[in-house]
């Protein structure tokens, strides 16, 4: 995206440094990495990033407008809905595409958004990574709003860990250890301290939870909740994990981020949005034809002109 970036970078790439490159960073932890590594960063110029900012406040805007959680209540299936619901979610991921406007100009169309973690420790390590095999102009950062690495991981503290002590929060995950992102979680105890949790080793007693920390082999109460389980994943698994405890009871810990603000953002939120980066989403209801290209790629991403 960035021609001068790209002709420098293409230049000075050898297979050799890459697969240097792959075996460092899968030294870490030895196969935890199950997706493709890209053999280059993407260089994204000032003006295609003032784009994406624009556009996520505009999203950011519509999620904590007062009216939101009455605007999306219908989002939560009941026998989904989980108590003591908090006032925002603690993460939004925002997914955009590289796309050509009408004017052959590249733009970016939002390809899915969600109140949900994503690889939030990872991209921490990875582009470490990058900088030391690679040459990354100094001026090229992952980071935004004037974070950089020790004040982006601080901030990732204070969101996940609050006050609680971190053998008091867990990441929570259906089998963890088998997630082809199990190298976030990973990544996420380095930097953070906490263990990553099968949802069949919560202990539960009244509405306490508690889990065995590997470190100490103690039963240890948990106090807050990195949560990474999908309700669709975990009823597709739910025969096979046994007698598990139920997440949606009401229980003396603090979800981070809380569950029910996923349905609310990433299973509804889209038709609320009206901005040009955005495509044109509508209810069903809303829909009075139906349009005869359903298949045109174009329709499908920008939405009917």
Not at 130 to 141: A, E, Q, S
Not at 258 to 280: A, D, E, Q
Request: aromatic content about 14%; charged content about 25%; glycine content about 4%.
């Amino acid at each position: 995206m960035v021609p001068g970036l790209r002709v420098a970078f293409n230049a000075a790439f050898t297979q050799e440094s890459y697969e240097t490159f792959l075996k460092d960073l899968n030294s870490l932890h030895p196969g935890a990495i199950q997706f493709r590594i890209a053999e280059t960063p993407v260089f994204i110029p000032k003006d295609f990033g003032d784009k994406i900012i624009e556009a996520g406040e505009a999203i950011i805007d519509v999620i904590v407008d007062p009216n939101f959680k009455k605007l999306t209540d219908r989002a939560i299936p009941k026998n989904d809905f989980v108590p003591n619901e908090n006032a925002h979610s603690h993460f939004i991921a925002l997914d955009f595409g590289v796309c050509i406007d009408k004017e052959g100009k590249l733009e970016p169309q939002l390809i899915e958004m969600q109140g949900f973690p994503t690889l939030f420790a990872f991209q921490v390590y990875y582009p470490d990574l990058l900088r030391k095999y690679f040459t990354i102009p100094d001026n090229y950062t992952q980071y935004l709003g004037g974070f950089h690495r020790e004040s982006y991981l601080r901030a990732l503290a204070e969101v996940i860990l609050g006050d609680a002590a971190p053998e008091n929060v867990i990441l929570l995950e259906i089998k963890p250890h088998q997630q082809k992102t199990r190298i976030d979680f990973y990544c996420t105890q380095d930097y953070l301290g906490i263990q990553p949790v099968c949802i069949t080793d919560l202990i539960k007693e009244g509405n306490h939870l508690f889990y065995i920390n590997e470190k100490t082999g103690k039963k240890t109460e948990i106090k807050r909740i990195y949560n990474r389980i999908i309700f669709d994943d975990l009823y597709a698994q739910k025969e096979s994990l046994g007698n598990i405890v139920d997440i949606t009871q009401d229980l003396d810990v603090e979800w981070i981020p809380h569950p029910n603000w996923f349905y609310r953002i990433s299973k509804y939120t889209l038709p609320f949005i009206h901005h040009p980066f955005v495509p044109k989403t509508f209810f069903l209801n809303e829909i009075k034809q139906i349009p005869a290209d359903l298949e045109n790629p174009y329709f499908l991403l920008r939405g009917k002109e």
